[in-house]
């Protein structure tokens, strides 16, 4: 048995009666476990070691071994006999892993009033290093994610709500690209746009598109990136997805926070939808 330290957005199905899941995937950075409804969103929950991208609904474990029945990184696929898992009572069993809750930590940063003008330059700094990063973007060359950034912009909801509908699930992978750009341009609306003054249209952008890309995020994308759009409707965020936030609205240091979000494809398409939703709440909340 090993300790755990539990996002707080998967509190209730950690804390209620025991439920049987199936393993979704068992990798060396991480696993990932689904539960069937009737459990709310996110029906799927990580288990990350310490050192690996502590996702809104991650469970952070100590680091463990490869064991018998965990098929080999890249696969995705657990093996006979592995697929069986439960949580409940403030513990999880998953493919060779007892784990007991005895901490939990809270994915949705909270910001008091933010300037504009340390938003705006905190957007524009964001905005080189992600032209600058290693890695590209899952769907660079594709407008999908230009048009959505300028429907925001405008103001345009019923063309929002169609760009944004058009990105999900779109892309390869456990977690799309699509859903990664939406995902950071909801978490940038509701948190960033909520904080500066006049950005209840930015706030209101947000309900729109949260309600149209979770309606039926379980038939057009992954369980894993469904539960994610999930958790970024609610304003919940990777660790590090949070510490960007902080360093765009320039309480925190953002380059070094940026460097690790950016170190991964799904973070440069994060790091894409932080910038086109800070900088369409600055505009919307023009009067």
Not at 4 to 22: E, H, M, P, Q, T
Not at 212 to 238: E, I, P, Y
Not at 262 to 274: E, I, K, T, Y
Request: net charge neutral; aromatic share 4%.
């Amino acid at each position: 048995m090993t300790a755990g330290v539990a996002s707080l957005a998967v509190r209730d199905l950690l804390r209620g009666i025991r439920r049987n899941g199936r393993v979704l995937a068992a990798l060396p950075q991480a696993i990932y476990l689904e539960f069937a409804d009737p459990v709310p969103e996110p029906r799927v929950i990580t288990i990350s070691p310490p050192d690996a991208i502590r996702l809104p609904n991650a469970i952070i474990a100590g680091p463990w071994e490869a064991r018998p029945g965990i098929p080999a990184a890249g696969s995705g696929i657990p093996a006979p006999g592995s697929a069986e898992c439960w949580a409940g009572g403030s513990r999880v069993l998953a493919a060779g892993l007892d784990i007991r809750i005895v901490r939990w930590w809270d994915p949705s940063p909270v910001f008091g009033p933010l300037s504009r003008a340390r938003l705006d330059h905190g957007s524009g700094v964001l905005a080189r290093l992600y032209a600058a990063a290693e890695h590209a973007p899952g769907l660079a060359g594709q407008d999908g994610p230009g048009r959505l950034a300028a429907c925001c912009a405008s103001g345009d909801l019923a063309g929002a709500v169609e760009a944004a509908e058009h990105l999900v699930g779109l892309g390869p992978g456990l977690v799309p690209s699509g859903d990664s750009v939406v995902s950071g341009v909801l978490l940038a609306l509701r948190l960033l746009g909520g904080a500066i003054s006049g950005g209840t249209r930015a706030v209101w952008l947000a309900n729109w598109l949260s309600a149209a890309v979770t309606s039926d995020a379980a038939q057009r994308t992954t369980t894993l990136a469904a539960s994610l759009l999930h958790c970024a409707a609610k304003g919940q965020a990777a660790a590090e997805v949070s510490a960007v936030l902080f360093g765009m609205a320039g309480q925190e240091p953002l380059e070094p926070a940026a460097t690790r979000l950016l170190a991964s494809v799904q973070g440069v398409d994060l790091a894409w939808g932080l910038v086109a939703g800070c900088r369409a709440a600055l505009l919307l909340s023009v009067s």
